[in-house]
């Protein structure tokens, strides 16, 4: 992935971001959070919060004994997400900051959830293994992993089709490639323990909850 390209497209969608995507991606990344049944006084790591849509549900959970942090390559993106929780008058217990998932800026076992929502998909082939190897060096005891991401797992469909060649021909802006999460997954140190997988204009959406082996 090139990253400050990575961080300047997505700089210029942020404003934009959760308009064009919450009502496709937003019922998958909440089933998610509800399979991750997060506890109060758990500490979470959302990796790519993007507009953070999701971290003031995340907080609800965790309560004020806990706490959620957003992370992001886009300082754009951490802008709309602060001047969101703001006017929402949300976020005591909320965190961002700006930082690679490459290479994350905490020191060990410092959380019990990490999260990526249509954030892994972005990494190279051979960054995938290194952003989850980095999860898990965060994720204390048998810390908890969420994935929301593109499928690969039928690449026949037409929609599927489509989208790669989409892919292919702008991978600035149409920059997720659907991926076996499931596979990578468990070839990275985790236990999966819940797998399925949603539509999505016509794509198939993996949502998973691993255990760090
Ligand atoms: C497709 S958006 C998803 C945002 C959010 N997770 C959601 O589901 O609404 C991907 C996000 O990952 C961020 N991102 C891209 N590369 C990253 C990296 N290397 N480290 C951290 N964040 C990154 C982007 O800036 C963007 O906000």
């Not at 037409?158 to 991926?179: E, S, V």
């Amino acid at each position: 992935m090139q990253h400050s390209r990575q961080a300047r497209t997505y700089d210029a969608l942020s404003r934009w971001y959760s308009l064009l995507s919450d009502s496709s991606e937003g019922p998958l990344r909440r089933e998610c959070l509800d399979r991750l049944r997060l506890q109060p006084g758990e500490a979470v790591l959302e990796i790519g919060s993007g507009p953070g849509t999701d971290l003031p549900a995340m907080e609800a959970r965790v309560g004020g004994a806990g706490v959620v942090w957003g992370l992001d390559l886009s300082r754009g993106m951490l802008r709309v997400c602060q001047r969101k929780l703001l006017k929402d008058r949300r976020g005591s217990s909320i965190r961002l900051v700006q930082g690679d998932g490459l290479k994350l800026p905490f020191r060990h076992s410092l959380f019990d959830v990490v999260v990526l929502s249509f954030t892994l998909e972005l990494f190279g082939e051979n960054e995938i293994h290194q952003v989850l190897r980095e999860a898990a060096r965060l994720l204390r005891g048998k810390g908890r992993l969420g994935i929301v991401s593109l499928s690969n797992h039928y690449p026949g469909e037409l929609a599927t089709r489509a989208y790669w060649q989409a892919h292919r021909a702008l991978p600035g802006i149409i920059d997720c490639r659907p991926i076996d999460a499931p596979g990578i997954v468990a070839g990275s140190g985790y236990d999966l323990f819940e797998e399925v997988e949603r539509p999505m204009w016509g794509l198939r959406v993996a949502i998973l909850v691993a255990r760090k082996s």
